[in-house]
């Protein structure tokens, strides 16, 4: 026999025999195989001569399966294969079959009936003729009654199950598994072997985390034999994502996870604290004016959700229940205490105070920029209206420089319900007044400013640098320049001519 790979990657095998007996002829079977499996391919060699049966000796079968059992026999032409038990020819009974190609079929094997001593006789038309006698010897598997786990299979309780040997060929070796892995023993798994026939699997206290799919199998010589029961364990809820308390700044969003596990899996839902002390739902709103209002989102969910392969199992305690607050655009009505709350029906219901801040960085009501215009020696008061949270500083700059209280600025502070009002009065106003004053608003959560443009009208200053630039025989022209201290808009200007005469 020998094997080569090809150019084109196929692998040959080949058989080569030489000095061809009659012996030699027979079924010849080529079995390739690889990782992912196995493949057969079957002929036939016919060498001419006598039937002539290769000795076989004992075959095994295995009770309640069909065994096949085929003639090895060589010589060619044969006419005809004829099988025998104890001298009785066969078929004997509705589930024995003997094929055209002298092949013995046996449906559902037991040992009372084929156990025993089979002859295979070929014969070719010259009325020559071979036999050759086997034995096939039955055994028995394994055969399991089965199994279920004893108790309420809550978590924290004791539970049991029993694998009994009903039946099957000894010795037989008794194994538990759970979700495909062998069990081993441990403080809180234990395994008992009672006898050869009897084996224990107790579980001291149950968690989630011993749900699943336990398995006992009982092997001999045979085969191999397994019976399975499902334990699910229910678990009152426990935190996977417990809320924690947080604050947003006004206007902007929040989600507030909050997921347990539990089995069965758990309801999870979020409650408000109203003004009188009492707890009630969060509405959702998703209009666009309920989005203004009272922006309120609560999305459910299941934590099992993730990718798995299709040969994992998956405890049911690992899937949970979720919920996710979120506030779409923070105001001051979403400020308080909510409540995250966790129930199946199982033990104690899981809960969750939390306290949702809504922080207020400095803004401005009336936005970011005003013009104030006073006539020239009048005193102006310049307004900045700032909101936010407490403590809230204004500080009042002109020209990048701080204003200090004085002869000329005088700064009045007045706490309001909602604003922090400021006032800045600049005494006898002239037109070097006029600019651009900041009004500075700081809280721990931030800094803003608001800005006064000051404009003081005033008489205007007088043309400087007035000349002639050009005299004709019926006209002048003249030219002149104005100052930049002019404040307000000028409207025209006026030219008068003086005779000499």
């Known amino acids: 026999m020998g094997q080569y790979v090809s150019a084109h990657g196929d692998v040959i095998s080949h058989v080569n025999i030489s000095s061809v007996r009659v012996a030699d002829g027979g079924l010849y079977q080529c079995t390739a195989h690889n990782t992912a499996g196995q493949a057969h391919h079957s002929a036939r060699l016919n060498v001419y001569g006598p039937p002539t049966i290769r000795h076989v000796g004992q075959l095994t079968a295995v009770a309640g399966q069909t065994l096949s059992v085929t003639c090895p026999v060589g010589g060619y032409p044969i006419d005809k294969i004829t099988w025998q038990k104890d001298g009785m020819q066969l ?31 070929a014969l070719d038309k010259q009325g020559r003729s071979d036999h050759q006698t086997l034995h096939i010897q039955v055994k028995v598997p394994p055969r399991l009654a089965h199994i279920y786990f004893v108790g309420e299979n809550s978590a924290g309780l004791r539970t049991q199950a029993t694998c009994l040997v009903l039946g099957g060929d ?18 809180n798994v234990v395994i008992t072997h009672v006898n050869e026939f009897t084996s224990l699997l107790a ?31 229910s678990v009152p809820p426990e935190w996977v994502q417990e809320p924690e308390d947080a604050s947003v700044a006004l206007g902007a969003a929040l989600e507030l996870p909050c997921s347990a596990k539990a089995f069965p899996r758990p309801s999870v839902s979020w409650r408000q604290q109203t003004p009188s002390g009492g707890w009630g739902g969060i509405s959702q709103k998703y209009g666009d004016q309920d989005k203004q209002e009272a922006p309120y ?38 400020e308080g205490r909510y409540l995250c709350q966790a129930s ?62 004085s002869d000329k600025y005088k700064v009045q502070s007045v706490r309001e319900e909602l604003e922090e009002v400021s006032l800045l ?5 002239s037109s070097d007044d006029s600019g651009s004053y900041q009004c500075r608003a700081s809280n721990v959560h931030g800094v803003n400013t608001y800005t006064v443009t000051l404009s003081v009208q005033d008489v205007p200053s007088p043309p400087t640098e007035v000349s002639l630039m050009e005299i004709g025989s019926r006209y002048v022209s003249l030219n002149w320049s104005t100052t930049a201290s002019i404040t307000g808009t000028l409207t025209n200007y006026i030219v008068t001519y003086t005779s000499d005469s």
Request: proline share 5%; net charge negative; with cysteine.
């Open 425 to 429: 009065t600049v005494n006898a106003a």
């Open 91 to 121: 078929p004997a009974t509705h589930h024995q079959r003997v094929h055209v190609n002298g092949t013995l079929t046996i449906a559902a094997v037991t040992r009372a009936g084929d156990e025993g001593s089979y002859s295979c006789t």
């Open 297 to 334: 989102a609560v999305t459910t969910g299941d934590d099992s959700q993730r990718p798995y392969s299709g040969t994992e199992y998956r405890s049911p305690y690992e899937s949970g229940g979720r919920s996710v607050l979120t506030i779409v655009r923070a105001t001051r009505k979403h």
């Open 170 to 187: 000894t010795p037989i070796t008794l194994t538990w598994s759970k979700d495909g892995t062998q069990l081993e023993q441990t403080s």
């Open 344 to 405: 199946n029906n199982v033990g104690n219901e899981l809960a969750k105070l939390v306290t949702i801040t809504v922080l207020e960085p400095p803004w401005f009501p009336e936005g970011g920029q005003v013009t104030v215009e006073v006539e020239a020696g009048v005193a102006a008061t310049l307004e900045c209206r700032a909101r936010g949270d407490a403590p809230l500083t204004v500080v009042w700059s002109y020209r990048g420089d701080a204003i200090a209280p």
């Open 203 to 233: 579980i001291e206290k149950t968690s989630g985390e011993d749900s699943g799919n336990y398995s006992c199998t009982a092997s001999n010589s045979a085969m191999s034999t397994t019976v399975s029961a499902q334990l699910t364990v």
